[in-house]
């Protein structure tokens, strides 16, 4: 069974930083592609960005651009999303994604979720 | 963008319920479905506009291509009560959800 674990989220205030993880556990986590995806408090899904299945080839939605970086730990079956330059309107449960295989068309499993809370 | 209708609607146990999303411009079956219960992390339902994920009722279906598509829930359960979400994708992202529909009793 897929297990993804996020950790690290918590209270910040604007414009820090905040690293949260993701551990995965029940897959080969090297052969799949990975998501982070947001959900502002009584809203609905957001995708914030993606990574190949090697690392590579990241890609980030318009709102985190240039200050959210995703990279990935094959060798600890880790997913990392690092955040700069916080806002209020980054408050979110951030939710780590598995998608079907190396493309990133669908999410097949996620984790429980960690809220990050961004105020001062 | 993807716009899906109703925001929310009210039904009973065994009712047919019809979900729909509709999208800006043509996307032909690059549509996936997703449910999401209170406090819980979204759940895969339905992929491709019409596959089935693994371990899905079958009650649930999807249908549609193009720019219009619809999840049908024939006999709805307690457990279904729950917001949908439907999401598009291409051959690489951003992936694109939309605003959701809220099953209440």
């Known amino acids: 069974e897929v297990q993804l674990v996020e950790s690290g989220g918590g209270l910040v205030q604007p414009g820090g930083s905040l690293r949260v993880s993701c551990a995965a556990s029940?897959?080969?986590?090297?052969?799949?592609?990975m998501s982070w995806v947001r959900q502002a408090p009584g809203k609905g899904l957001e995708w914030v960005c993606s990574?190949?299945?090697?690392?590579?080839?990241?890609y980030y939605g318009d709102s985190v651009k240039g200050r959210f970086i995703i990279s990935r730990d094959n060798s600890r079956s880790t997913l990392f999303l690092q955040m700069d330059r916080l806002r209020a309107e980054d408050t979110a449960i951030y939710y780590c994604?598995?998608?079907?295989?190396?493309?990133?068309?669908?999410?097949?499993?996620w984790g429980q979720g960690t809220l990050v809370l961004v105020s001062s | 963008q993807l716009t899906q209708s109703p925001s929310s609607l009210s039904a009973s146990v065994g009712d047919r319920v019809s979900l729909t999303c509709q999208a800006s411009?043509?996307?032909?079956?690059?549509l996936n479905w997703y449910q999401q219960k209170p406090g819980k992390a979204p759940k895969l339902l339905i992929f491709?506009?019409?596959h089935l994920a693994p371990g899905v009722p079958s009650r649930f279906s999807g249908s549609g291509s193009g720019t219009h598509f619809t999840l049908t829930i024939d006999g709805l359960q307690p457990d279904d009560f729950a917001t949908y979400f439907c999401?598009?994708?291409?051959?690489?992202?951003?992936?694109?959800f939309g605003g959701g529909t809220k099953v209440e009793v």
């Open positions: 994604a598995q998608h079907s295989g190396t493309d990133m068309i669908r999410l097949s499993s």
């Open positions: 999401q598009h994708y291409d051959y690489v992202p951003p992936l694109t």
């Open positions: 491709d506009a019409s």
């Open positions: 029940g897959i080969d986590f090297g052969n799949y592609a």
């Open positions: 990574v190949g299945h090697g690392g590579d080839n990241p």
């Open positions: 411009q043509y996307i032909t079956n690059f």
